[in-house]
């Protein structure tokens, strides 16, 4: 979470030096701490007032003038960051810092710290792709710099191609995977998301009120602490997310082949999707025109995908989601236990904030040995978290435990 994280924000001469502002109010908003840093080419584009008032604390813009900001009177700014992003940055400050060069507050701030620096690079695509830009790029990526690559659109050059700054969720979530431990690193994590749709003609379908939220935070957090994540996903209205590899379904038995093939790589698998227990048995090729009469629809059932999963768990740790409406533990503890789960979390979708489209939810997370957490109501992010961290726990405490000895025989 960036709440309580010191962003140091370096600006340069950019014409997308104006979404800096956004970002700074978007960090701001997550409660982190941040403190900016102008080129002088930057405040062509932008106002330190703006910053300033943004930011809540004096921009520094010139490494001569004197201290106006109190707080950092006796801590360099190369000290106080968790992170340095620059954003945008231009080939300029990219070809200073590739040769080492310290002449003004930015590239000094940036030559001095031992935080990470992510650098996101916004400008003309002949600039970006000329080869002394992409050289100096290598080159700070070798050394250990972090950057992300422009995004694709119009550039205000009025070329098209990549240029563009990214967009600004994008270097948040950039920032909130720098900034979080790689507990997870090593791990292949398959997660499954969202409700599966069951069509009964070309136009129609049944469905569930999954919106995949539970699901795709689990993805994110398990990616932003170093898992290999796959996330296979019903359709849902969210986005997909970075850097993991995603895998669009429809039906539940699109979803089941599509696990099933996923499955020998994985060390753990999440099955937060709301598959539909049934499905139409027929399914017409034309759109079924209304009559007289009611319509009557068969249905049938669909594989069980969790106890396929469960019966070829191997190693792997399994972890499923119970929703109910009535006798909230037994049922899970007994799904937990068919099934061949290592976790169940169980879901009383009748408590308000909880469930089905909710940003938030309230869960009980019951392990195989008996241990029930409760965890109140929290964002869907701290969830994912507190499951995630269940889960590590079996991975340390698998990984620590005495080797068996060969058992001793009488002769
Ligand atoms: N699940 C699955 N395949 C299905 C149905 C459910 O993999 N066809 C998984 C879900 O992803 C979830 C778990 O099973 O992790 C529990 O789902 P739920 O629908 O609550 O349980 P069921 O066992 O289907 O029982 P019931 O519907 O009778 O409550």
Same mark, same amino acid.
């Given at each position: 979470m960036l709440k309580g994280k010191k962003i140091v924000l370096g600006i340069t001469g950019g014409?997308?030096?104006?979404?800096?502002a956004e970002l700074t109010r978007e960090f701001i908003k997550k409660e982190a701490f941040v403190r900016v840093i102008m080129t002088k080419n930057a405040t062509e584009f932008i106002t330190p007032?703006?910053?300033?008032?943004?930011?809540?604390?004096?921009?520094?813009?010139?490494?001569?003038?004197?201290?106006?900001?109190?707080?950092? /009177?006796?801590?360099?700014?190369?000290?106080? *960051?968790? !992170?340095? $992003? &620059?954003?945008?940055? =231009? @080939?300029?400050?990219?070809?200073?810092?590739a040769s080492g060069l310290a002449d003004d507050i930015l590239t000094t701030t940036v030559m001095a710290t031992k935080a990470p620096v992510l650098i996101c690079p916004a400008m003309n695509v002949?600039?970006?792709?000329?080869?002394?830009?992409?050289?100096?790029?290598?080159?700070?990526?070798?050394?250990?710099?972090?950057?992300?690559v422009p995004g694709y659109g119009e550039l205000a050059c009025k070329a098209e191609g990549y240029g563009r700054l990214p967009e600004i969720p994008d270097i948040v979530e950039e920032l909130e995977s720098i900034l979080t431990p790689k507990d997870l690193k090593?791990?292949?994590?398959?997660?499954?998301?969202?409700?599966?749709?069951?069509?009964?003609?070309?136009?129609?379908?049944?469905?569930?009120?999954?919106?995949?939220?539970?699901?795709?935070?689990? /993805?994110?957090?398990?990616?932003?602490?170093? *898992?290999? !994540?796959? $996330? &296979?996903?019903?359709? =849902? @209205?969210?986005?997909?997310?970075?850097?993991?590899?995603?895998i669009p379904v429809a039906s539940a038995v699109d979803m089941r082949d599509a696990v099933m093939e996923h499955l020998d790589s994985a060390t753990v698998v999440i099955k937060a999707a709301a598959v539909a227990d049934y499905r139409p048995s027929l399914r017409s090729a034309s759109k079924i025109k209304k009559g007289g009469g009611g319509l009557d629809l068969q249905l049938e059932r669909n594989p069980d995908i969790i106890l396929e999963v469960g019966r070829k768990k191997g190693n792997r740790i399994l972890?499923?989601?119970?929703?109910?409406?009535?006798?909230?533990?037994?049922?899970?503890?007994?799904?937990?236990?068919?099934?061949?789960?290592?976790?169940?979390v169980a879901n009383d979708v009748t408590k308000k904030g909880a469930g089905f489209g909710y940003d938030t939810n309230i869960i009980k997370i019951i392990s195989a040995d008996g241990k029930i957490e409760n965890v109140p109501l929290m964002s869907k992010m701290a969830v994912a978290d507190r499951i995630l961290d269940r889960v590590k726990k079996i991975i340390t405490s698998r990984q620590s435990a005495p080797r068996r000895r060969p058992a001793f025989r009488d002769r």
């Open positions: 014409i997308a030096a104006y979404k800096s007032l703006t910053l300033q008032t943004l930011s809540g604390h004096p921009v520094f813009t010139d490494m001569y003038a004197p201290l106006t900001d109190f707080d950092m /009177a006796h801590i360099s700014l190369a000290e106080y *960051a968790d !992170v340095i $992003l &620059i954003a945008p940055a =231009t @080939a300029n400050i990219i070809g200073k810092i002949n600039m970006y792709n000329n080869a002394v830009v992409k050289e100096n790029i290598s080159r700070l990526t070798a050394l250990g710099y972090l950057f992300m090593g791990e292949k994590i398959l997660v499954t998301a969202g409700p599966t749709r069951e069509p009964f003609d070309p136009v129609r379908y049944i469905t569930n009120y999954s919106s995949g939220k539970m699901g795709y935070a689990l /993805a994110i957090a398990a990616k932003r602490r170093g *898992a290999h !994540v796959t $996330l &296979i996903s019903g359709p =849902t @209205a969210l986005s997909t997310p970075r850097d993991i590899k995603f972890v499923g989601f119970a929703v109910e409406t009535e006798n909230l533990v037994e049922n899970a503890r007994s799904k937990m236990k068919k099934k061949n789960m290592d976790i169940i």
